[in-house]
């Protein structure tokens, strides 16, 4: 979906960004769209990226990247729980970004 | 319900799909009680901040799965999972799938928004109503019955109640089916490409090959 929409909509984005915190994503606030994901999966009860993300986004804005990373708690748990692979078709497509970001080590990549 | 994000910008269908879901745990739900599926919340919320897990009143098997799927999805194996359903049945595991991915979402926004975690409801009184997926869904390759369609969305397909419960919060974080359409989705300033980067590294982050 990351691919899609950025391709799609010319936004250059460098996708490796998702992977390694020294890549600039390229985008206005990519680097802060980045901590806030990251600091939602771990566990510390702390405001900073929020505030970092909404002082160029604004605070809507930062509030709703809070919620897309609140989804995806859900999305990743719903199909890794229930062991839903990625299609072979899906995965050829892809290939070259599964390798980049090193997704192929991942425990459910063999499913 | 949710009053400590009230200072937050928070959408007004955002705080109205909390609170359904906050409702909606407290309640019998399909093949776990009221009070059985606060427990399986309180499981994951110890679980997922790495805590000692609470005693609570649930079968061994199923304090497993919560503290399992809670803290590390990634890791869950076919050979895991037949060990649960044969313990406790594949809708009631598919139900606690459910029940935890929401609360892990929802203390993951309020922790983001630096509020306070939202106390659990007491429990309903009254009993699970087993109602059955009709049809049921196809067993093809996964670890429990999805369908054929390998999306999230139809994952819980086993517990339909579930899957439109989930359906209804992530819709609201998240986005629609028709905006899934749109690569060039905008809400206020965050662009759809922003939305995907935040999505992405969340996945990368939880290790999820999906």
């Given at each position: 979906m990351l691919s899609w929409s950025s391709t799609t909509t010319r936004r250059n984005l460098d996708l490796r960004a998702v992977a390694d915190p020294v890549v600039d994503p390229g985008t206005q606030a990519g680097r802060q769209l980045v901590a806030l994901a990251r600091a939602a999966v771990g566990t510390r009860s702390d405001t900073t990226a929020l505030l970092e993300l909404a002082s160029v986004l604004g605070l809507e804005a930062a509030v709703d990247a809070a919620g897309v990373a609140a989804a995806f708690e859900i999305y990743n748990r719903v199909i890794d729980a229930t062991g839903v692979p990625v299609g072979k078709g899906s995965q050829r497509r892809n290939a070259e970004i599964i390798e980049a970001l090193g997704l192929d080590r991942f425990p459910h990549a063999g499913l | 319900m949710f009053s400590t994000l009230a200072d937050s910008p928070v959408r007004p269908e955002v705080l109205e799909a909390l609170a359904g879901t906050w409702e909606h745990l407290a309640r019998p739900g399909t093949w776990w009680t009221g009070a059985q599926r606060l427990a399986i919340a309180k499981t994951a919320r110890a679980a997922r901040a790495h805590r000692p897990l609470p005693d609570v009143e649930l079968p061994k098997a199923a304090r497993?799965?919560?503290?399992?799927?809670?803290?590390?999805?990634?890791?869950?194996?076919?050979?895991?999972?037949?060990?649960?359903?044969?313990?406790?049945?594949?809708?009631?595991?598919?139900?606690?799938?459910?029940?935890?991915?929401?609360?892990?979402?929802?203390?993951?926004?309020?922790?983001?928004?630096?509020?306070?975690?939202?106390?659990?409801?007491?429990?309903?009184?009254?009993?699970?109503?087993?109602?059955?997926?009709?049809?049921?869904?196809?067993?093809?390759?996964?670890?429990?019955?999805?369908?054929?369609?390998?999306?999230?969305?139809?994952?819980?397909?086993?517990?339909?109640?579930?899957?439109?419960?989930?359906?209804?919060?992530?819709?609201?974080?998240?986005?629609?089916?028709?905006?899934?359409?749109?690569?060039?989705?905008?809400?206020?300033?965050?662009?759809?490409?922003?939305?995907?980067?935040?999505?992405?590294?969340?996945?990368?982050?939880?290790?999820?090959?999906?």
């Open positions: - | 497993e799965a919560v503290a399992m799927i809670a803290a590390t999805p990634s890791r869950v194996t076919a050979l895991w999972v037949s060990g649960i359903t044969e313990a406790i049945g594949e809708a009631p595991y598919v139900e606690i799938i459910g029940i935890v991915s929401r609360v892990v979402a929802i203390d993951t926004l309020t922790r983001l928004l630096g509020a306070e975690l939202e106390p659990l409801l007491e429990p309903e009184a009254g009993q699970p109503t087993r109602e059955m997926a009709d049809p049921r869904p196809e067993h093809v390759r996964t670890f429990v019955p999805v369908g054929r369609v390998f999306v999230p969305t139809f994952t819980l397909s086993l517990v339909p109640d579930e899957r439109a419960t989930n359906d209804r919060l992530g819709d609201a974080l998240y986005m629609t089916d028709p905006d899934m359409e749109n690569p060039d989705l905008t809400r206020g300033t965050l662009h759809r490409t922003d939305i995907e980067l935040v999505a992405a590294t969340v996945s990368y982050e939880n290790e999820c090959f999906y």
